[in-house]
């Protein structure tokens, strides 16, 4: 059996292809069945042991004092050997644990018909459009490391993109004429927007924007504040665990929300004890998670400009399927109610928003729907420089977001510049977006460091402990760096001082 499993911050979903149907695995808590697990962490005060999911779920609302709601999150901007603060387990320890416990529930209390030999579960998986390569990195290998054979791994909006597809366009073999459809996905933790073209069975991911921590759970911290504050409360006074166990009950208030509903009643006392229970003005609640939601329309009015740009026109409708509403956090009356207000008919609500990209993963999944996949490249890749004198470091962008590899073979990109300094001291970032003047910006993650002699007299030296200098007397020298992007997404530079003739290569990493 094949499976499509959303990792997701606040739930982790899982869809399975079964001849031809996509069903959602339901999981047997103690007795009730729920459709997702929780993404919680807790150490279980009684037998130190850390937990996962619904288990952790408990621990936390009892008050353990390490536990951590929103794993992904947490994990989101650390390297695998990082540790997680308060857990005392590195970023990959417990993406594997929360897996395990999956993979564990999945055979022993859902409700799919699993066979019992207990070999590797096939999956295809998805991560944030936005995600940095390092959190794919550690995404894959949690994967593996837990017992699954990951089929593939692609962006979240594309798999709602196929969800999309799926259930819109009556069948996917249909020869249509190539069609878009924008996806709008605001989870507990991460939004993204991404445009994907759809024409037969291929789909192409071919321009994206998000916000890595933009969600559900910033809503819940803005309700949350409101109730601290009106109880005199403040967040530094909260026991260790308390913290998180208010987070989850001001999720839960949240999620009660109506359009119509003009108060709400938060019994702080049920996760601190002794606090009291307060009323809240929903206007007030509202008005403090509205910049958030303005920057999610904001990165999404860019991406209509961008399809503009390419010569697709979003107010046709037979070019554009719609802007399609995806995420849990899509049924957050202020959401609906800008998104209406902003795009109007352009409009389409999933018809299960929290389940739309586990079951585009379980289509992905499924050989007999035969898909093709396709993904630009959805972060920028580029190179701090010394600036000239006086002036700050420069940046480079070397490979844009939205670079579309494939078949076709590697892209390559040149720079041929006479050195200023006798090192060059590179060092290479991926972010999610540029600002002005071409500065990176959103969700900065560090690749490599290198160092390369510009002057030939550093031959053979260690660089590391060397200082960078200014020097006139390289004016004349002329330096190449070659940088290659395979298909695969491999990233590596050749720099080479023409002048003297001598190079090295330096392999910089996947870009994804
Ligand atoms: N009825 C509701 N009203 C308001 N918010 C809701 C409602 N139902 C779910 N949510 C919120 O949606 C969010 C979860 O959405 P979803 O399951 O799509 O996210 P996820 O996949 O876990 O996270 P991500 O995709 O960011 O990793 C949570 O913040 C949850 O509180
Ligand atoms: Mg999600």
Redesign the pocket.
């Given at each position: 059996m094949r499976l499509g499993i959303?990792l997701?911050?606040?739930?982790t979903l899982v869809a399975a292809a079964l001849d031809g149907r996509y069903a959602l695995a339901s999981f047997d808590d103690q007795g009730e069945f729920k459709d997702h697990l929780p993404?919680i962490v807790a150490r279980d005060p009684a037998s130190g042991e850390l937990c996962h999911g619904w288990a952790a779920a408990r621990a936390l609302a009892a008050g353990a004092p390490d536990s951590l709601r929103s794993l992904?999150r947490a994990i989101s901007g650390l390297g695998p050997d990082d540790l997680v603060p308060g857990l005392g387990a590195s970023a990959l320890e417990l993406y594997t644990g929360f897996l395990r416990q999956l993979r564990a529930d999945l055979f022993e209390r859902s409700t799919l018909e699993l066979p019992a030999d207990d070999g590797p579960l096939e999956a295809m998986i998805a991560v944030?459009a936005n995600a940095s390569s390092r959190q794919r990195y550690l995404t894959l290998e949690a994967f593996h490391r837990a017992g699954f054979r990951v089929l593939g791994m692609v962006n979240?909006p594309t798999a709602a993109a196929i969800e999309f597809a799926h259930n819109h366009l009556g069948g996917l073999g249909k020869r249509s004429p190539k069609r878009y459809v924008v996806v709008y996905?605001l989870?507990?933790?991460?939004f993204d927007t991404s445009a994907v073209s759809l024409d037969g069975r291929s789909f192409e991911l071919i321009a994206s924007e998000g916000i890595g921590r933009l969600?559900?759970?910033d809503?819940?911290d803005a309700l949350l504040d409101a109730a601290l504050a009106e109880a005199g409360l403040t967040r530094a006074s909260l026991a260790p665990g308390a913290l998180a166990a208010a987070q989850e009950l001001a999720?839960a208030a949240?999620?009660g929300?109506r359009p119509t509903t003009r108060r709400v009643l938060v019994d702080l006392g049920a996760a601190l004890p002794g606090a009291p229970a307060v009323t809240l003005a929903t206007a007030d609640v509202y008005a403090r998670c509205a910049p958030l939601i303005e920057r999610s329309i904001t990165l999404t009015e860019q991406l209509f400009a961008r399809l503009a740009e390419r010569g697709i026109d979003p107010e046709d409708g037979r070019q554009l399927g719609g802007l399609y509403l995806v995420?849990?956090?899509v049924?957050?009356p202020p959401v609906a109610q800008a998104l209406r207000a902003r795009f109007g008919r352009k409009l389409q609500l999933a018809p299960q928003?929290?389940a739309a990209?586990a079951v585009g993963l379980a289509v992905a999944a499924d050989p007999a729907a035969g898909l093709l996949v396709r993904e630009a490249v959805t972060r920028h890749f580029g190179v701090w420089r010394e600036g000239d004198a006086g002036r700050d470091k420069v940046f480079d962008a070397i490979l844009g977001k939205d670079t579309l590899g494939g078949a076709a073979g590697p892209i390559t990109v040149r720079r041929v510049y006479h050195p200023e300094h006798t090192i060059g001291h590179l060092r290479f970032l991926e972010c999610g977006g540029l600002g002005a003047g071409g500065q990176p910006a959103r969700d900065l993650t560090p690749w490599a460091e290198i160092r390369f002699p510009y002057d030939p007299a550093l031959l053979g030296r260690d660089l590391g402990g060397l200082p960078v200098e200014r020097s006139s007397a390289l004016a004349g020298e002329e330096i190449a760096e070659t940088y290659t992007y395979q298909p695969g997404g491999m990233v590596a530079v050749e720099i080479a001082n023409l002048t003297r003739g001598y190079a090295r290569t330096y392999q910089l990493g996947q870009l994804t």
């Open positions: 959303d997701g911050t606040t739930r993404g992904k944030p979240e996905d989870g507990g933790g991460t969600g559900g759970d809503f819940d999720r949240k999620e929300l995420g849990g956090a049924a957050f928003p929290h990209t």
